[in-house]
């Protein structure tokens, strides 16, 4: 019951950058494309179905992500923060979120929303044409 991505699992793709950069960035690939098939992959079930409904538009219909990095200049960090935005994907589907107990207000909340209520429409009261 590993949380962590194995890097066998995940597929680098070295793609031209885009952006600035003059001839250099024309000639060489030092961007990378990050697959990672979420179905396919050793993650238990639950983290599994916890990425799937994300919502995330870097996961496609088929259960794949692909992540895009070409900050840097190198190929090799690019590799490293593509790998650690996947980590960050699958760390925050790892967090179970806690079930919201449904509550009710208190009797001193309710009065004092009242008491702010009544004081509001008695400032607004007076705001009106003067009778004389």
Not at 103 to 122: D, I
């Amino acid at each position: 019951m590993s949380t962590t991505v194995a890097h066998h699992e995940v597929e680098f793709i070295a793609i031209r950058a885009q952006g600035p950069g003059g001839q250099n960035v024309n000639k060489v690939s030092n961007a990378v494309h990050l697959r990672f098939d979420v179905m396919a992959s050793s993650l238990p079930e639950a983290i599994k179905a916890r990425l799937l409904a994300l919502g995330d538009q870097r996961i496609s219909k088929d259960g794949v992500i692909v992540i895009k990095a070409q900050s840097a200049r190198s190929l090799a960090q690019n590799k490293a923060e593509a790998l650690a935005r996947l980590e960050a994907m699958v760390a925050e589907a790892s967090v179970v979120q806690k079930a919201r107990r449904a509550t009710r207000p208190t009797l001193g909340s309710k009065q004092r929303r009242l008491k702010g209520k009544a004081v509001r429409a008695e400032v607004k009261a007076g705001r009106g044409k003067l009778t004389w």
